[in-house]
């Protein structure tokens, strides 16, 4: 079936850096763009970036342009999603969430990563 | 940056009432590009509603979703127990916004 699986749990000291996995399964991965979204504890949903799986190019959101950078490996099927100058306040959970390239919404979603800055 | 409000913050009801959630967007917005999704604790959130009335695949009937412009509507016919959750409307397409989010809680 159609799945994305992430990485583990991480925790970072600030001023690191992290890098979260998230490899899909069930699909053709180069068809469809993967998104990342984060949720602090308790609260809502923020977009973060997405790579296109089949060309490769990127778009940020401008709170994180400069600290976050998605890559991917089609021979693994997996994108990539790594946050630099880690602060206390990207304690949150991330996730990944594909969106098909011919259109369509965030249709399945990872299945969250948990990480947490503190000294 | 368009802006997602939802309504009402959390709503108090009980398994086999109708629920009426809102969605308010700053500006118009494409109707293609409206999604509702559900998330229960610990897990990670559920796309119901795509283009802003289309139901995702394996989606029970009773979820639906109506409305174009500004303003938005998930309507859940008949409460089930499973449905008490988070539900929040998205924006996609262009940009990619999250409204803050409806509680649905059991009363």
């Known amino acids: 079936q159609v799945q994305l699986v992430q990485s583990g749990a991480e925790v970072k000291k600030p001023g690191a850096s992290v890098k979260v996995s998230c490899k899909g399964s069930g699909y053709t991965f180069t068809n469809y763009v993967m998104h990342w979204v984060r949720q602090a504890p308790g609260q809502s949903l923020e977009w973060m970036g997405w790579?296109?799986?089949?060309?490769?190019?990127?778009k940020y959101s401008q709170k994180f342009q400069g600290r976050v950078t998605i890559t991917r490996d089609t021979s693994a099927s997996t994108a990539f999603m790594d946050l630099s100058s880690l602060r206390y306040e990207d304690t949150a959970v991330y996730f990944c969430?594909?969106?098909?390239?011919?259109?369509?919404?965030?249709?399945?979603w990872g299945q969250g990563t948990m990480v947490t800055v503190s000294s | 940056e368009i802006v997602l409000t939802q309504a009402p913050g959390t709503l108090s009801l009980s398994p086999g009432e109708r629920a009426t959630l809102s969605c308010r967007a700053s500006?118009?917005?494409?109707?293609?590009?409206l999604a509702w999704h559900q998330q229960k604790p610990g897990q990670a959130p559920r796309l119901l509603i795509y283009?802003?009335?289309s139901r995702a695949t394996g989606i029970p009937d009773r979820f639906s979703g109506s409305g174009s412009g500004t303003d938005f509507t998930l309507t859940i016919s008949r409460l089930e127990p499973e449905d008490f959750a988070v539900y929040y409307c998205?924006?996609?397409?262009?940009?990619?916004?999250f409204g803050q989010g409806t509680k649905l809680e059991i009363k």
């Open positions: 998205q924006l996609y397409g262009s940009s990619y916004t």
């Open positions: 500006q118009s917005v494409s109707s293609s590009s």
């Open positions: 790579i296109n799986a089949g060309s490769g190019n990127t």
């Open positions: 283009g802003a009335s």
């Open positions: 969430a594909r969106l098909p390239t011919f259109g369509g919404a965030f249709d399945v």
